[in-house]
Nanobody, 121 residues
Framework: QVQPVESGGGVVQAGGSLRLSCAAS????????MGWFRQAPGKEREFVASIRWSGWTTDYADSVKGRFTISRDNAKNTVYLQMNSLTPEDTAVYYCNTVDFATRTPLRGYWGQGTQVTVSS
């Protein structure tokens, strides 16, 4: 079973960039579709991006398309989220999880600690 641990968050000014990492344990990582989700204060958790196990296909929420890039390194059991042109609306706790690629929904019923991203204006 894939157990992810997120890192790389921080405080950045609007227009800046951050790169998040999700290190996952588990022998099945290289065969697992992975996704990033985020939850802003007072809002529900939402889908951000996903990547198929092969790395060949990705999917993005409209709000981040063209600014964020998801990638993975199966040799390192790690998924990345490169975030550029950040805005205060991107402020949230970011989580990674296994994902149903078609429905953009998480497959695991529980979440890790996430990593906080704060974008100042």
């Amino acid at each position: 079973q894939v157990q992810p641990v997120e890192s790389g968050g921080g405080v950045v000014q609007a227009g800046g960039s951050l790169r998040l990492s999700c290190a996952a344990s588990g022998r099945t990582f290289s065969m697992t579709n992975m996704g990033w989700f985020r939850q802003a204060p007072g809002k529900e958790r939402e889908f951000v991006a996903s990547i198929r196990w092969s790395g060949w296909t990705t999917d993005y929420a409209d709000s981040v398309k063209g600014r964020f890039t998801i990638s993975r390194d199966n040799a390192k059991n790690t998924v990345y989220l490169q975030m550029n042109s950040l805005t205060p609306e991107d402020t949230a706790v970011y989580y990674c999880n296994t994902v149903d690629f078609a429905t953009r929904t998480p497959l695991r019923g529980y979440w890790g600690q996430g990593t906080q991203v704060t974008v100042s204006s």
